[in-house]
């Protein structure tokens, strides 16, 4: 981790595909914890959203 941001965080990954499925880990976990709770008690929008940003060293 490079730098967490309020709710957010900064991470350097060695490769795109590690950033990748750490992104899909992350969604899935957040699934599995949100089961059983109801639509209108759910965060939603940018709580949810995960960005990745590609870059030649």
Known sequence: MIKLMGDGALVEFGSVVDAVQCAADI???????????????????????IRG????P
């Open 27 to 49: 969604q899935r976990k957040m699934a599995e914890r949100d089961k059983g709770i109801a639509d209108d008690r759910l965060m939603a929008g940018p709580a949810s959203r």
């Open 53 to 56: 940003q590609a870059a030649n």
